[in-house]
């Protein structure tokens, strides 16, 4: 088949944007291949496909026609004389090439085609950018005088965690069935061994399958491989899978179950403002609504521009770091709080279930089981009604639901409980221990928050007092941490034993020294710097780094605590 002319607006449909490929690189390889078009061979020899319209007499004269009839009729064969079809198939890649107009019933003019084409978006891998993307282009414009999609998004291609690509004959194919669903060790072996072209390569994947799976795979549920997927999902990248990371995304639908499991104790059978009435909306209330607002925005922004490795990361972000870590103990402190008013309850329990169902809706593409799951009785509390969340609004972003007062002063109370842990942690004080707090060079903003916000500060952060340091008082030796330009000071006297404390940072300081020395000599071996790759000296690097960093916080610890 001459491909040339075929070609030519096929080119054209490319450089003038009626076709646009995402990532945009990837136009350069069609571009590569077709301005150095050769003609096509469209016969295979293979047992399916479209047999090829080629009839043959006795002599081996060739009549082509779209029916034996036609090719008589058209060069006048008398009906004695005998044809024979070409045994042949039109290539596979022929028969494709039609499919985005073949499968809505052209040559006829149906419904479908007058609907359906041409598509908005084809979603395909760059190994077959020619050989389908290139020819469906131009048997579209061919047949229908129009492109068949407008933007073509290239994914990469799922590697196995060493960067090979998956294959039979490899034997280190990886069914996503046994990912969701799970499978033992010899079970997994003996799939990989079986129906392979090299059956001299069963000994090595065996071996391979032990160390790499020597406890088989377990079963992670579809839910979290999708949302692997869409994770990995970087422009046009390959991708190496991994179990660890679709270990994680398992944890991740397991804390989006639990989350939702604490917001229905607390919100099922109360009046969640369903119907109306009086509600207080706190500033973390406010906080979280807002920052909802900004992921929704975030993500569709993300879809329309098809990072979903982006849309993935602000869901992941949202759920686990802002509404599990923060909000959901926040609202602790107001719903089992005695002296919180009625209307605050109820301002705390419809926001619980409001954000948690639009979180629903914006996920639910990425997790579609869980979602629904939880939705279903999440969505009654929520005010809403319908039978399954996939019929429901995607969400959109509504701006003027961002408070940034309301970010702003919750960020302050985060600061000063992270400032409160980080102490705790670096002092190894009792985490149960109420601490008392100490503060210098507060501004009027700064009162303000700690008023409107100590209820938080003694629930969450475990605070039993804070009190403000007059400017000339002289400050008790204490551990200090900042919150803004604010000083928060915890004495250290009576919260540690000294000499234990001292021990224990000497034991810490030796280990870390003798990881760092390791480190140096590694960095100070010739041999190890020419010869290991660049990422991998540069991690090396970064280490010797951090190493002296926990050093340096660790004797400044240890000059505090003998201090006292």
């Known amino acids: 088949m001459k491909i040339g002319p075929l070609a030519e607006p096929a080119i054209r449909a490319v450089e003038d944007g009626s076709i646009r490929f995402i990532p945009d690189n990837w136009k350069n390889t069609y571009f590569e291949w077709m301005r150095n078009i050769q003609d096509w061979c469209i016969s295979r020899q293979i047992w399916w496909g479209h047999r090829i319209p080629a009839w043959y007499d006795t002599d081996g004269n060739i009549y082509v026609g779209r029916s034996e009839r036609e090719a008589r009729e058209k060069h006048g064969l008398a009906p004695d004389i005998t044809l024979s079809q070409d ?48 020819r469906m282009i131009m048997m579209g414009l061919r047949f229908m005088n129009d492109v068949p999609f407008r933007e073509v998004y290239i994914h990469g291609l799922v590697r196995d965690a060493h960067g090979q690509k998956m294959s039979k004959s490899k034997g280190n194919v990886l069914d996503p069935i046994d990912l969701i669903d799970g499978i033992d060790l ?11 072209m090299q059956p001299k390569m069963a000994d090595r994947i065996e071996k391979l399958t032990r160390k790499d799976f020597p406890d088989g795979v377990p079963a992670f549920g579809t839910d979290a491989l999708r949302f692997t997927y869409a994770a ?21 639908c397991n804390k989006l ?13 109360e009046d969640c403002c369903q119907g109306g009435g009086e509600i207080e909306l706190n500033a973390a209330d406010r906080w979280i609504t807002s920052l909802l607002q900004k992921t ?52 705390t329990r419809k926001t619980l279930v409001g954000v948690m169902e639009g979180l629903l809706r914006l996920a639910h593409p990425i997790i579609p089981f869980i979602t629904e799951e939880i939705w279903q009785r999440m969505a009654p509390l929520a005010g809403i009604e319908g039978d399954t969340i996939m019929r429901q609004p995607y969400p959109n972003a509504d701006i003027t639901r961002i408070d940034q007062a309301a970010i702003d002063e919750t960020e302050w109370v985060k600061d000063f409980i992270i400032g ?17 707090v ?15 916000n100590r209820h938080y500060l003694v629930s969450v952060g475990r605070v039993e007092s804070v009190e403000w340091l007059d400017p000339k008082q002289l400050a008790p030796e204490s551990a200090t941490a900042l919150v803004g330009n604010m000083k928060l000071l915890i004495p250290l006297s009576g919260l540690i ?23 140096e000599k590694k960095l100070n071996n010739a041999s190890f710097i020419d010869k290991a790759p660049v990422a991998v000296v540069e991690k090396e690097r970064l280490r010797a780094n951090d190493l002296k960093n926990a050093i340096s916080n660790l004797e400044e610890q240890q000059q505090r605590i003998q201090s006292l």
């Open 87 to 134: 045994e042949d198939v039109l290539d596979t890649w022929f028969s494709s090439a039609l499919w985005p107009f073949s499968t809505l019933g052209w040559p006829e003019d149906t419904e479908a085609v007058r609907t359906f084409y041409p598509t908005s978006v084809l979603v395909t891998g760059f190994d077959i950018i020619f050989f389908w993307v290139a």
């Open 497 to 519: 034993d000294k000499d234990t404390e001292i021990i224990r940072l000497g034991k810490e300081l030796d280990k870390k020294t003798g990881e760092l020395e390791r480190c």
């Open 257 to 269: 179950w639990n989350a939702a499991r604490y917001v229905l104790l607390n919100t099922e059978n």
């Open 438 to 452: 100490l503060l210098q060079n507060g501004s009027a903003i700064d009162q303000a928050r700690l008023a409107q």
């Open 186 to 196: 010899e079970s997994l072996i003996a799939k990989r061994r079986g129906g392979l």
């Open 232 to 252: 990995l999902a970087s422009t046009g990248r390959d991708i190496n899978f991994d179990l660890g990371r679709i270990e994680g995304y398992r944890n991740f």
């Open 296 to 347: 929704t925005q975030e993500v569709v922004e993300y879809t329309d521009s098809y990072r979903f490795d982006l849309v993935a990361q602000a869901i992941y972000s949202f759920t686990w770091d802002e509404y599990c870590d923060w909000y959901l103990e926040l609202s602790k402190s107001v719903l089992m709080d005695a002296n919180s008013s009625a209307a605050a309850k109820r301002g």
């Open 420 to 436: 409160v842990r980080k102490i705790r942690s670096g002092m190894n004080i009792d985490p149960r221990k109420p601490l008392p």
